[in-house]
């Protein structure tokens, strides 16, 4: 029973922190004003997270360890698999990751275009890992004259370009587009557009055989 | 020469402004600051910009005057050229003009994320003449047949991220990938990637007429 509370009042905290630092900033967020919207003690706040930088660290990381998991897991399918469908299953998975955690992938797409300490270990740690299988699939696709040959990081740029823009612009996304990003069909519809993308990586000569079979 | 200096110090302020939004966002840094990085009494910030939020809505607006003079430019060439043509131009020209106003790129592209009165206006104007212009030439290309029948806001948002994406995460470009956007074969070599992009939207019984007259 108290751990049930405790947990309660961790996520309360959190989902306060991550409204208030998206629509105010990181630095326009005081602690008290998290303690406010989450109705907790402003002490919980230093004792569950050390304060301000160690909630947004908190977040970041939980944020990154889910995305990551989610791509290795992916990625361990290679040896009964081909990277091409590795990667659009990873593609699918991380679409859907993002929709989970709508508010949070806007806040951490966000925090990451900062110069930070908590950013600079944030790319050393996880950005390094994602880029690793990234760039395994692609070259592995590209030695088995899957893919054109291409400048792998910039593949990766736009891949990654590609999967997050939405969801660091919901705003964009609704008031000029008139897309809803947070509705269940914008996952599938947006992946079929992503598959295209993929498709065009696709070598020459693989590419009259494929279409068929990619886009029944 | 009073006109010279006047032109000097908006100058210098602006540049002070958008180094520090950069590095402590616009919420940590303060108007002393501004004034002591750009070695002007703090009155001149008022008098010319009325304070720190006149600033940023200058830089913004600023900027997106620019972007959009861009994209105006080479659609009016449409009536003696064709969509795929036009959209190539703009392209590359926007890349151009990312490159030389790199830290002024990041700081709006940064900016528009946020849920501000000032990202709602620009929005309301810039990003929808944006929308506007690259929204008929792909309507334009798809009723020619030239382009795949595909849903264009995605197109939009597809584009615009591909575009946008490298200069927004400067630090992840060169401390994760190792590409130095700054220099300038970036542009050229990363215009080639996204032809492929848009390569990519060619319809299926166009594609093999354009792929050597595109990709010579």
């Given at each position: 029973m108290a751990q049930q509370t405790c947990n309660d009042t961790k996520q309360r905290i959190l989902q306060a922190a991550?409204?208030?630092?998206?629509?105010?900033?990181?630095?326009?967020?005081?602690?008290?004003?998290?303690?406010?919207?989450?109705?907790?003690?402003?002490?919980?706040?230093?004792?569950?997270f050390k304060g301000k930088g160690g909630l947004l660290e908190y977040l970041v990381s939980t944020y990154y360890e889910g995305y990551i998991k989610v791509i290795e897991e992916n990625y361990s399918e290679l040896h009964q698999s081909n990277a091409h469908t590795v990667l659009s299953n990873i593609i699918l998975d991380i679409l859907n990751y993002q929709h989970e955690n709508r508010q949070l992938s806007r806040l951490v797409y966000r925090e990451v275009t900062l110069d930070s300490i908590l950013i600079r270990e944030v790319m050393t740690t996880y950005l390094t890992k994602e880029k690793y299988f990234i760039k395994s699939l692609f070259e592995q696709g590209i030695k088995e004259g899957y893919y054109r040959k291409g400048f792998v990081p910039h593949l990766i740029i736009q891949l990654r370009s590609l999967l997050?823009?939405?969801?660091?612009?919901?705003?964009?996304?609704?008031?000029?587009?008139?897309?809803?990003?947070?509705e269940a069909y914008f996952v599938h519809q947006y992946y079929k557009e992503l598959k295209y993308w993929l498709h065009s990586l696709l070598a020459d000569k693989k590419l009259e055989n494929k279409q068929l079979i990619m886009f029944p």
């Open positions: 991550i409204f208030l630092f998206n629509s105010k900033g990181f630095t326009g967020t005081s602690v008290r004003e998290i303690a406010n919207k989450a109705n907790v003690n402003i002490a919980h706040i230093s004792y569950y997050h823009m939405p969801y660091l612009q919901p705003q964009y996304m609704s008031e000029v587009l008139h897309i809803q990003p947070h």
